[in-house]
């Protein structure tokens, strides 16, 4: 069982080549700008199927978010590569027709027949994944789609126009764009521009760069809950009206402001499905609080008690007070107070974030908690790779192995080949929301 929180955020994405719009790419990543950098060779890491300079620079179209866990996000991004293959998506429903490949055993001589990728185009992938916003695997998940092309979203609303199936009215699609006050054009932004960004426009929209990626948008309801559950404290559960403990139970707490409902967590699931109708499921998506009757999605509690319970380093750095420093001038006359707080936050996330991936090595892929199991035989199915003719496909490759800078066997690889070849998705340890 994992013992970190679930992940403040966590999201497929559609990529497309701003110089050959048919090449597309599908990915997953917990922070799209710092992925889209990599991808465009302005980063260590990326993938190899993006690394070709002929394509660059990519921007990302779209991206789907709002996953329970690193897990199902994984989930989505496969089955949204693999649409011929999923099985979460009906035969009678399936858009993509499912390709056959002849491959010849070179020990034995014995032709095998496996599926292959079909080609697809822009369209094709955006009404797939129309599809899979309506299956019954996805569809209660509280999912948000958000564009960040026009062009794109307007195939994608022509599309929605021609199709019969609705999604979801609690699944979210919106196109999130800016342009900057001049209106010259749209505003290209660094990395660190972009971090200092998130941190003035975190919740609106602003573009790929206003993205919350992590914790910050909790802290006000972390604060709440801890001060509501404070050691000594009195706090009846909001249905049963049973004391709650969270150091011997789960205790879930209103976001609300001015509510201080505090719940067991299996007490109020039970009351969202019973409430909702779905006594059949497992896990709620939403319902009403009991004592402000308002409306609250099950995966912000979740992500919200994980981090209680078993967020100790993120708690630590998203609650810990602003230091200031002062700097002076060369003059000697005293300059201005200087808060480093957000930038030693930076700091810290990065060198976190480094350092997951780097514990995260050879572990799992979006094909590795896929709907449906491939077998490894030792044959090898490669796809073409003419990219003037079909999109680009992100293909599972193992992760790369770092070597030491100075070591003989690196210096062999990269005097062995031209291209470096670098893992296809971008992931943290992944847990399973139960």
Same mark, same amino acid.
Request: hydrophobic share 35%.
């Given at each position: 069982?994992?013992?970190?929180?679930?992940?403040?955020?966590?999201?497929?994405?559609?990529?497309?080549?701003?110089?050959?719009?048919?090449?597309?790419?599908?990915?997953?990543?917990?922070?799209?700008?710092?992925?889209?950098?990599?991808?465009? @060779?302005?980063?260590?890491?990326?993938?190899?199927?993006?690394?070709?300079?002929?394509?660059?620079?990519?921007?990302?179209?779209?991206?789907?978010?709002?996953?329970?866990?690193?897990?199902?996000?994984?989930?989505?991004?496969?089955?949204?590569?693999? %649409?011929?293959?999923?099985?979460?998506?009906?035969?009678?429903?399936?858009?993509?027709?499912?390709?056959?490949?002849?491959?010849?055993?070179?020990?034995?001589?014995?032709?095998?027949?496996?599926?292959?990728?079909?080609?697809?185009?822009?369209?094709?992938?955006?009404?797939?994944?129309?599809?899979?916003?309506?299956?019954?695997?996805?569809?209660?998940?509280?999912?948000?789609?958000?564009?960040?092309?026009?062009?794109?979203?307007?195939?994608?609303?022509?599309?929605?126009?021609?199709?019969?199936?609705?999604?979801?009215?609690?699944?979210?699609?919106?196109?999130?764009?800016?342009?900057?006050?001049?209106?010259?054009?749209?505003?290209?932004?660094?990395?660190?521009?972009?971090?200092?960004?998130?941190?003035?426009?975190?919740?609106?929209? @602003?573009?790929?760069?206003?993205?919350?990626?992590?914790?910050?948008?909790?802290?006000?309801?972390?604060?709440?809950?801890?001060?509501?559950?404070?050691? @000594?404290?009195?706090?009846?559960?909001?249905?049963?009206?049973?004391?709650?403990?969270?150091?011997?139970?789960?205790?879930?707490?209103?976001?609300?402001?001015?509510?201080?409902?505090?719940?067991?967590?299996?007490?109020?699931?039970?009351?969202?499905?019973?409430?909702? @109708?779905?006594?059949? *499921?497992?896990?709620?998506?939403?319902?009403?609080?009991?004592?402000?009757?308002?409306?609250?999605?099950?995966?912000?509690?979740?992500?919200?008690? %994980?981090?209680?319970?078993?967020?100790?380093?993120?708690?630590?750095?998203?609650?810990?007070?602003?230091?200031?420093?002062? *700097?002076?001038?060369?003059?000697?006359?005293?300059?201005?107070?200087?808060?480093?707080?957000?930038?030693?936050?930076?700091?810290?996330?990065?060198?976190?974030?480094?350092?997951?991936?780097?514990?995260?090595?050879?572990?799992?892929?979006?094909?590795?908690?896929?709907?449906?199991?491939?077998?490894?035989?030792?044959?090898?199915?490669?796809?073409?790779?003419?990219?003037?003719?079909?999109?680009?496909?992100?293909?599972?490759?193992? %992760?790369?192995?770092?070597?030491?800078?100075?070591?003989?066997?690196?210096?062999?690889?990269?005097?062995?080949?031209?291209? %470096?070849?670098?893992?296809?998705?971008?992931?943290?340890?992944?847990?399973?929301?139960?």
């Amino acid at each position: 069982m994992d013992t970190r929180p679930i992940p403040a955020f966590y999201c497929c994405y559609l990529l497309r080549s701003t110089v050959r719009h048919a090449s597309i790419y599908i990915g997953s990543t917990p922070n799209p700008v710092r992925r889209l950098r990599q991808h465009n @060779g302005l980063s260590n890491g990326g993938a190899a199927k993006t690394s070709r300079d002929t394509l660059r620079p990519w921007e990302m179209a779209c991206i789907v978010t709002g996953f329970p866990s690193n897990i199902a996000a994984l989930q989505f991004e496969w089955a949204w590569q693999n %649409t011929h293959l999923t099985r979460r998506i009906a035969d009678e429903q399936r858009i993509t027709i499912r390709e056959t490949k002849v491959r010849i055993s070179p020990k034995t001589g014995r032709a095998r027949r496996r599926p292959a990728r079909p080609r697809m185009s822009l369209t094709d992938k955006l009404s797939n994944l129309h599809l899979l916003l309506r299956v019954p695997s996805f569809s209660r998940w509280p999912l948000e789609v958000r564009f960040f092309c026009e062009d794109v979203y307007r195939v994608w609303q022509r599309w929605g126009e021609q199709v019969d199936g609705m999604i979801r009215g609690r699944i979210k699609v919106s196109l999130d764009v800016e342009e900057p006050a001049d209106g010259t054009g749209w505003e290209v932004l660094s990395y660190d521009q972009a971090k200092s960004k998130r941190k003035r426009d975190v919740g609106g929209k @602003g573009g790929l760069e206003s993205i919350d990626v992590a914790y910050r948008g909790l802290k006000e309801h972390l604060e709440k809950s801890l001060f509501l559950l404070a050691e @000594g404290e009195v706090t009846s559960c909001a249905v049963c009206n049973k004391r709650v403990d969270q150091n011997t139970g789960m205790v879930v707490v209103c976001p609300v402001h001015n509510c201080r409902a505090a719940s067991h967590m299996t007490c109020l699931s039970s009351r969202f499905l019973a409430k909702n @109708g779905l006594t059949e *499921a497992l896990i709620p998506a939403e319902g009403l609080c009991p004592t402000c009757k308002t409306q609250i999605r099950w995966v912000d509690l979740m992500r919200e008690m %994980t981090l209680r319970m078993r967020g100790e380093k993120e708690m630590e750095r998203l609650l810990k007070k602003r230091r200031e420093r002062k *700097a002076k001038a060369a003059t000697g006359k005293q300059a201005p107070s200087i808060s480093v707080a957000d930038h030693e936050d930076d700091v810290e996330a990065e060198e976190d974030l480094q350092a997951d991936e780097e514990e995260a090595a050879g572990g799992l892929r979006a094909a590795d908690v896929a709907d449906a199991s491939l077998s490894d035989d030792g044959w090898q199915y490669r796809m073409d790779e003419d990219d003037d003719i079909m999109s680009v496909i992100s293909a599972d490759t193992d %992760t790369s192995r770092a070597f030491p800078a100075d070591s003989p066997c690196k210096l062999r690889l990269q005097s062995a080949r031209s291209e %470096t070849i670098i893992e296809e998705t971008d992931w943290d340890d992944a847990e399973v929301l139960c």
